[in-house]
């Protein structure tokens, strides 16, 4: 740690940064969470639509989904963005506290791995919706 920081700074800097490295943590778990309750959603409102395919009320309700899936897609972007901010003021906590660029958690979170999870989760935020907007069309003009 540099000599610059006082000790209470230090011990200041390494409570926060636990605090967000398990707030980020949470936040991911969260999005994860956001992601099985949008699918176990669509795919029950769609189980009990195709059960109940001969009712009028059925075309209306094959948009539901979708409508779930932007509420929780809005949920899911919000915590993304939470998210990011916590990985950049780690790294300048990191920075701060003379912890070489390379090292840390804050500067290893921006690594290419993360980036795949980054890319699946945003093709699943757009790709679902596109889904259920193609299943409700197709819905609507069998009525």
Known sequence: MTSTLSVK???????????????YMASAKEIGSLER???????????????????????????VPLVLQIFFGLRAWGIYQDMVWIRKYLSEIETTMGIPEQLGWGHRRDERKRRLRVI???????ALPLLTVLVAVAHGFKH
């Open 9 to 23: 700074a230090e011990g200041f800097l390494l409570k926060e940064a636990e605090q967000l490295r398990n707030l």
């Open 37 to 63: 309750y949008t699918l176990i959603a669509t795919g029950a409102i769609w189980s009990w639509g195709l059960a109940q395919q001969n009712e009028s009320y059925v075309s209306l309700l094959a948009w």
């Open 120 to 126: 699946t989760g945003f093709a699943f935020w757009i």
